[in-house]
């Protein structure tokens, strides 16, 4: 191994972990006991130590490689960990972790200030599949879906020996080194001059190109072709940066600069682009853009929150891992009446951290745990990795395209062009738009952008706009929605719109600048609540069930009506239950007070009795002789209510009717006297089956069925053989 390799130093940034460090650092009675849960089986005589083998085994893991097998709670914390780059801060441990824990995939240990540190090691990591929530342009993502043989060649680089199966754990030295900016600018210093050319060029045209392109950067003559196309040597200068983790080959034919690396190597060409946007920024900054109306951009937490209210309404049905439906869309955009468009991309972005899943209403882990305030920085995050929303898609909704089409477009390299020109043209001052169209024509990414979201478009099968179109979508749209930019209207059909940076947005870009100051939760009037940016996310949601939505323009306001309170108590919420969590939120008023007490007020209480059905009896000799009798006593509910005999479950009509007719009563159902099969059906039969024709007879009939009528009894919606009511 290098001398470079043996003083690699870790940043104090740096915290994610081996799984080798982390089972030696447990004490020995938690490994053993983690052995036993998991049921791996260590063998004393190998040369490797116990905990290596313990890594070996639960690095294969079916959980392990495949996420979507743990609950849906577990799975979306195993996301938010990884997200975290492996450690994740929470005030305590989340239920959700504990098939985690048991599994050996998390562990947690204690932090400052009494908080809890869940780790999750580096070769979990490596070797997942995507999510929506992560950046597809990213090492970890690429890597994830490259082929084993690449994984091998990186860690073989950064190990200094040949990398032993399984690939995850030998992945994790290299891990180390690329998600360290200090220690990746060393080793992109550290290239040679043709390596450093051909990074360089490969990221002037957008961070990607094909194996043929590749092959005509570095220069290579040598061409081998097999059944996909030109195959690269192993010995250029592309193969080079390859197993350096620099240039990432994805199926088929494709090779791309990771984020990490391409964020680096843009930020060593940033001046040679200041020459060719200094005359565009001179033209912003001698005039006065100023429009003389403007539409000034919305703060996107209330309607975040409000939708997030609303799905969690068990009516409403939303399946992981595919699209938002259209419905509710068209729901959610009516009632909050905001842009379908807007809605849709709150929507995606809202799913992709977590806020429509159950867990969410969980305090101990993201993102139930963060604070309203910081809601608005981790849905611009989201759609800044790009995994959740792609403004090259005339849909930008991922999860509506099918999982094998779901590849992502270079559009980050044009978010990023749009937001550099944002931070230099419209810091605190009106910009027209044609200066950032300038700034992202003029960038010399733009051409080879451009050219892989035709090919992009291509694969994918969609129709790809020009790059300008797409940063002014980014720039007019889907930046305005997330309440960076204002949006200043054209004084006449010649000029375009201006725009510039909202107060909100600067924060946002800059995550350093100071935040505005937290504003709390109060109470509007008696029943109003308007949550403020210092409340929890996961204590808002949790008044889903007894709070109705209001106003969403300033600030999202809650209603707490008697109705709503009503509705909760009959869906068998306690009145504590309601009051402590509205009071995780705030004080409670004194008519807040009031109403929950006098809500959970008892009045009185009612006994539930199950029965077969109801005997109506009318006369009350009669259904005192049935309720009082041996034969019958039996059948009925003690005691019935007046006008009939509750029947004791399981007795069912016939046995009813029969021991009813032993005391010379009939059992009437739907209009007819119901006869038992121990009874033989007689022409002349007796209630509304006798049919008797002759006229001779008919008043003797009529005072038969009266005097018959006396002694007879209607059982109401009982049918043959038991039915109830």
Not at 485 to 503: A, C, F, Q, W, Y
Not at 562 to 577: E, K, M, N, Q, R
Request: aromatic content about 4%; charged content about 25%; hydrophobic content about 40%.
């Amino acid at each position: 191994m290098s001398s470079k390799k043996q003083r690699s130093r870790k940043s104090p940034g740096l915290r994610a972990l081996p799984i080798g460090d982390v089972l030696r650092a447990l004490p020995p009675r938690e490994l053993s006991k983690l052995i036993e849960r998991v049921g791996v089986v260590v063998d004393e005589q190998k040369r490797i130590d116990v905990p290596s083998q313990v890594a070996r085994a639960l690095i294969n893991l079916p959980e392990a490689r495949d996420p979507s097998r743990l609950p849906g709670p577990t799975a979306e914390l195993f996301y938010r960990i990884a997200e975290a780059k492996g450690v994740l801060v929470v005030d305590s441990l989340p239920p959700a972790v504990q098939p985690l824990v048991a599994s050996g995939i998390v562990f947690a240990r204690g932090a400052e200030d009494g908080k809890v540190e869940l780790v999750l090691p580096i070769a979990y990591m490596v070797q997942v599949r995507s999510w929506e929530g992560e950046d597809p342009r990213g090492l970890r993502a690429l890597v994830s879906q490259a082929n084993p043989e690449v994984a091998a060649a990186i860690a073989s680089h950064y190990l200094g020996r040949p990398a032993t199966p399984p690939y995850a754990l030998s992945f994790e030295a290299a891990w180390l080194v690329l998600n360290d900016p200090d220690r990746l600018r060393e080793e992109i210093d550290e290239l040679a001059p043709l390596e450093r050319k051909l990074l360089r060029a490969i990221e002037k045209v957008g961070g990607e190109v094909e194996t043929e392109e590749l092959l005509d950067l570095e220069r290579e003559p040598m061409r081998l072709r097999g059944a996909t196309g030109a195959t690269p040597t192993r010995r250029g200068v592309g193969f080079a940066l390859e197993r350096r983790g620099f240039l990432v080959p994805v199926h088929p034919n494709r090779h791309v600069i990771p984020s990490e690396v391409a964020r680096l190597v843009g930020a060593q060409r940033r001046a040679e682009r200041e020459a060719q946007r200094r005359e565009i920024r001179s033209f912003v900054l001698e005039e006065d853009h100023a429009p003389r109306r403007a539409s000034f951009a919305a703060d996107p937490v209330p309607l975040t929150l409000a939708m997030a209210l609303v799905t969690r309404d068990p009516a409403i049905e939303v399946k992981p891992g595919i699209g938002t439906p259209r419905s509710l869309i068209s729901k959610l955009s009516t009632r909050f009446g905001a842009q379908p468009e807007t809605v849709a991309m709150i929507a995606s972005l809202s799913r992709a951290v977590g806020l429509w899943d159950p867990s969410a209403v969980n305090t101990a882990s993201p993102p139930g745990s963060m604070s309203v305030g910081a809601l608005s920085q981790l849905l611009f995050n989201a759609w800044r990795q790009g995994g959740a929303w792609d403004d090259a898609r005339p849909d930008g909704e991922v999860l509506r395209v099918a999982s094998e089409v779901r590849e992502a477009s270079s559009v980050g390299v044009l978010r990023e062009m749009v937001l550099d020109a944002l931070r230099e043209l419209s810091d605190g001052r009106w910009a027209p738009w044609e200066a950032v169209a300038a700034y992202v024509r003029a960038d010399s990414r733009t051409p080879g952008v451009g050219r892989l979201l035709t090919r992009w478009g291509q694969r994918a099968g969609v129709e790809p706009a020009a790059p300008p179109e797409i940063a002014r979508r980014i720039a007019l749209e889907t930046l305005h929605h997330l309440g960076v930019v204002d949006l200043g209207e054209p004084d006449d059909d010649d000029s375009g719109p201006t725009l510039r940076i909202t107060p909100r947005g600067r924060v946002l870009l800059d995550p350093e600048a100071s935040a505005p100051a937290a504003d709390p939760s109060a109470y509007l009037d008696g029943q109003v609540l308007r949550v403020g940016s210092n409340a929890r996310i996961g204590d808002v949601l949790s008044l889903a069930p007894f709070v109705e939505i209001g106003a969403i323009s300033v600030g999202l306001d809650l209603s707490i009506t008697p109705h709503a309170i009503s509705l909760a108590l009959a869906a068998g919420y306690d009145s504590d239950f309601i009051r402590s969590r509205l009071e995780s939120i705030v004080e409670l008023p004194d008519p807040i007070e009031r109403m929950l007490a006098q809500a959970a007020a008892v009045l009185g209480r009612a006994e539930f009795i199950p029965t077969q059905g109801f005997l109506w009896v009318e006369d009350e000799e009669l259904r005192e002789m049935l309720r009082t009798r041996r034969q019958t006593a039996d059948l009925f509910v003690e005691p019935s209510p007046p006008a009939g005999l509750l029947i004791n479950p399981g007795v069912d009509v016939e046995k009813l009717a029969r021991r009813c007719r032993s005391l010379g009563v009939e059992v009437v159902v739907d209009g007819e006297v119901y006869r038992t099969r121990s009874m033989t059906p007689s022409p002349r039969g007796s209630g509304t089956r006798r049919v008797d024709s002759s006229s001779s007879t008919r008043a003797a009939s009529k005072s038969s069925a009266t005097r018959r009528r006396r002694s007879s009894v209607k059982m109401p919606a009982l049918k043959r053989g038991g039915g109830s009511n």
